[in-house]
């Protein structure tokens, strides 16, 4: 990824990201997953760990997660969910932040899944949504139209309000709704709309 190195990062909302990293709280990172590529650069050798999936696709993204300093934990919605949302639980509460994306590892795209909001629940971490943009770009003809910004164009991070999970089946709901939305505000940015 040397060519990761020439992007302009542009940062919305870091102040949210900074508070957090600065108090060491283990926190859920919500993401879809078009934006992994920047978010992963972006987020490098901070101790975090990602969930991948355990399909050829998702062996590339943890060998690179891997590489870039990220702890791999192997799994997804359709196969060894269990599994990794046991071993994602328990790197939250082991201290260690866990990025998820809730469309993946074959969407549909920018779908939420209950997943992420269930980790965040049973390991009382707060969920801090994240989006990643880009004024030039290439997108793979994929299910979820994966980002890969071009050499030397400006990549813009956005960080939403984190928000938390409460006990109980209604508030899992609830959470599921405030994720959804929150992450529909952070995509309006490419259409042209102010951020939140």
């Excluded at 991070?157 to 109980?168: A, C, D, E, L, S």
Aim: aromatic share 8%; net charge positive; with cysteine.
């Amino acid at each position: 990824m040397a060519w990761a190195s020439t992007w302009k990062m542009d940062i919305v909302g870091g102040d949210v990201w900074q508070a957090y990293r600065s108090s060491e709280t283990p926190r859920v990172i919500l993401f879809w997953h078009e934006a992994l590529l920047p978010l992963l650069w972006h987020h490098r050798n901070q101790d975090l760990a990602v969930l991948v999936s355990d399909s050829r696709d998702g062996q590339y993204v943890g060998d690179l997660g891997l590489a870039l300093g990220y702890r791999v934990i192997p799994g997804s919605s359709s196969k060894g969910a269990t599994r990794a949302l046991l071993k994602a639980v328990r790197a939250l509460r082991e201290g260690c932040s866990v990025g998820f994306s809730p469309d993946g590892p074959r969407g549909p795209r920018q779908t939420m899944k209950p997943g992420v909001i269930l980790a965040a629940q049973r390991a009382r971490a707060p969920i801090v949504p994240v989006h990643a943009t880009s004024d030039r770009a290439w997108r793979l003809n994929s299910w979820d139209k994966f980002l890969i910004p071009k050499p030397f164009s400006r990549v813009r991070i956005f960080y939403g309000q984190p928000f938390t999970v409460g006990p109980g089946e209604q508030a899992l709901a609830d959470a599921t709704a405030t994720a959804t939305s929150a992450m529909a505000d952070l995509v309006s940015v490419e259409h042209g709309k102010t951020p939140p």
